[in-house]
RNA sequence: GUGGACGUAGCUCAGUCGGUAGAGCUCCGGAUUGUGGAUCCGGCGGUCGUGGGUUCAAACCCCAUCGUCCACCCCA
């Protein structure tokens, strides 16, 4: 078909069911986060460009190649954000929110990225993210990842993604290791492929999860990250893992794990997805005291992760896990989607206004209920064919018979229990009572 | 940014040798004037992604372009 305007490259439309899971995803992520004690921080889409490609680092790819960027109409550089954390510590830096105390922020939110578009990888895309500031020991990343296994648990989603781990340590141990690695790598600068060539320069440790054959092979013999880090941070990370032993979380220590951005220092993880193909992160983070100083702040230690809100629905979606659906006011024949409890019917369109009324009176009974008039015309046939097709569980009717004794009908289209007439009190119990049996 | 596959109705797709476009689903109406789901009948719905070329003739062949998907890459 051709269209005279489409969305522009990489950005979607979601509507109904597919708004629907998103929706799903990050209510639970909210859900989790309000249940940890976090708040909610709202943040500009829009930062100086200079606040990522000094937090995110210079030499990322996110910042070489994949932020937008725009002057503004006084010609400053501003740039869509790539990602929450630089923009969140920058809010707290401003707002003062560190002072003297510890902060537990969330937020959710569009985020955007120059990069060809794939399945699970769009150029706006929309991100849950926590952070947690002043709080420099391990317990605060074990906080976060039990926090992540909530939402799983949430969504049904526990034994779908698998949990792995790294350490980074400080910076000046990350940058001794740094060293190291290059000092090794150096003699084989001719056999390393193109990428990690180039990386050798800017940024030693990403060469680490390279995927190219080669590379690995070379790869095997190098130095260990873990032998740079001092008594302090392999204490650190060891408590780390014993508060995950302890809690039951199950995750595997990935020494080539590495985070895209600059900013991280010590604990790392990632939550990996297998069956929505290759982009299959779903979930990652860790610590990065470093950043808060680097912007203008007091030293404070932080750590965080942000969750790819479409990846996890989609994760849902393969997954499509039947037992995991408990939501619908009525089981029996209920479809997995529908936008309305009830479908309200009218024997004649001269009655709307009498089933509208009878519509919000029974919206005011039944908080939470969603009522939707039918609409389209046709006879009662058509309209409780609508009524059928639109997945709602009951049908009110409003005709001549009701109008006249003061009542409305309710016919149970998913259940097979007799229709009844009644006054509009004693139709918003039935189905509240019918409600609470599922 | 690189490579590959693919773009036909709202959706999923068929379309032979190049001869001027079809099915199923959806939606609407009817069989059924106060009752849905099953069945049957009918209807709405298309610049064949776009632009150019070859040809008497293009959904089909050629070129370009845009888009989608997959992988690389990147990352949530």
Redesign the pocket.
């Known amino acids: ?3 005279r305007y ?7 439309d979601l509507a109904s069911e597919a708004a629907a899971e998103l929706r799903r995803v990050e209510d639970q992520c909210i859900a989790a986060a309000r249940a940890f004690g976090y708040e909610e921080i709202r943040l500009p889409l829009v930062e100086s460009t200079d606040l990522f490609s000094r937090g995110i680092g210079e030499a ?3 910042v070489a ?2 932020m937008y960027v725009f002057d503004d109409r006084r010609g400053n550089s501003l740039a869509l954000r790539p ?1 929450g954390t630089a923009g969140c510590v920058r809010a707290c830096i401003q707002q003062g929110l560190l002072h003297n105390r510890t902060q537990r922020l969330w937020y959710a939110g569009p ?1 955007f ?1 120059y ?8 150029r706006q ?3 849950f993210g926590a952070e947690i500031f002043g709080v420099g020991g391990p317990e605060a990343d074990a906080e976060l990842i039990q926090m992540v296994a909530a939402i799983w648990d949430g969504l049904g989603l526990r034994d779908a993604v698998r949990l792995e781990i790294n350490a980074l340590g400080s910076s000046a141990s990350r940058a001794a290791y740094g060293e190291a690695l290059v000092a090794y790598l150096a003699p084989y600068e001719d056999e390393l492929d193109g ?1 990690s060539r180039q ?1 050798l320069r800017l940024n030693p440790l ?1 060469i680490l ?4 054959e080669s590379t690995r092979r070379i790869l095997e013999e190098a130095p260990n990250l873990a032998d740079y880090l001092d008594a302090s941070e392999r204490a650190q990370f060891d408590t780390l893992r014993e508060l995950l032993d302890s809690l039951g979380l199950l995750y595997r220590v990935n020494r080539r794990l590495v ?3 600059d900013y991280y220092t010590h604990a790392v993880v ?2 990996v997805a297998e069956g929505i ?9 860790g610590r990065y005291d470093g950043l808060i100083e680097l912007f203008g702040g007091r030293p404070t230690p932080a750590a965080g ?7 996890v629905a989609l994760l849902l979606r393969e997954v499509a896990d039947a037992s995991a659906e408990a939501s619908a006011a009525c089981s029996a ?1 209920a479809l997995s989607y529908s936008a309305a409890d009830v479908h309200v019917v009218m ?2 369109r001269k009655y709307m206004p009498a089933a509208m009324a009878a519509a919000q009176a029974l919206r005011v009974r039944v908080p939470g209920l969603r009522v939707r008039m039918d609409a ?7 309209q ?6 639109s997945g709602a569980c009951w ?1 009110m ?1 409003v ?4 109008i006249a004794q003061n009542r409305v ?1 309710l ?4 259940a097979n229990r007799p ?1 009844v ?1 009644a006054s509009m009190d004693e139709v918003a119990a039935a189905i509240r009572e019918s409600q609470a049996q599922d």
């Open positions: 078909m051709s269209l489409r969305a522009v490259r990489g950005m979607r990322t790819d996110i190649k994949e990602e985020m990225r990069e060809r578009p794939q399945q699970g990888r769009y895309f929309d991100q990428d990386r990403r999860d390279s995927k190219v985070r895209g951005f990632e939550w193909g290759s982009q299959d992160a779903v979930c990652a983070g992760f942000a969750l790819g809100i479409d990846r024949g024997q004649d389209g015309g046709g006879g009662l046939s058509a409780f064919r609508r009524a059928d097709r049908a009717i005709g001549e018979d009701e009908s016919k149970w289209l998913r229709q007439t």
